[in-house]
Nanobody
Framework: HVQLVESGGDSVQAGGPLRLSCEVS????????MGWFRQAVGKEREPVAA????????HYRDSVKGRFTISRDNAANTVYLEMNSLKPEGTAIYYC?????????????????????????WGQGTQVTVS
């Protein structure tokens, strides 16, 4: 079981950058999948990006590809989401998610990254406002 704490949310101007962090604690002894999701008011939660902890392989939702970068620092048990060229529609609560160590899969579809399997643990979220 892992615990996740996001930070870095802020109010930014459209076109600007912002970096989110997610610190992972608990059982991080094995490989796991990590992802960022976001949920705007009145909308369903949307996948953003995912990364495999060991290989570093990344996957993105098409809507953020080329603007967002997910990365990890395994020594610090931290995953980052670097966001550039932010748009007002990026206003949302951003959540970090990660499996407990073991076999996991980043599931992709016609629009890119879709979900992490099996169902991951979730952080409490951090607010990003773009205006």
């Amino acid at each position: 079981h892992v615990q996740l704490v996001e930070s870095g949310g802020d109010s930014v101007q459209a076109g600007g950058p912002l970096r989110l962090s997610c610190e992972v604690s608990g059982d991080t002894s094995g490989p796991y999948c990590m992802g960022w999701f976001r949920q705007a008011v009145g909308k369903e939660r949307e996948p953003v990006a995912a990364i495999y902890s060991v290989s570093g392989s990344t996957h993105y939702r098409d809507s953020v590809k080329g603007r967002f970068t997910i990365s990890r620092d395994n020594a610090a048990n931290t995953v980052y989401l670097e966001m550039n060229s932010l748009k007002p529609e990026g206003t949302a609560i951003y959540y970090c998610a990660a499996n407990s160590p073991g076999t996991c899969q980043v599931v992709t579809g016609s629009q890119g990254f879709e979900r992490i399997h099996p169902e991951p643990n979730w952080g409490q979220g951090t607010q990003v406002t773009v205006s």
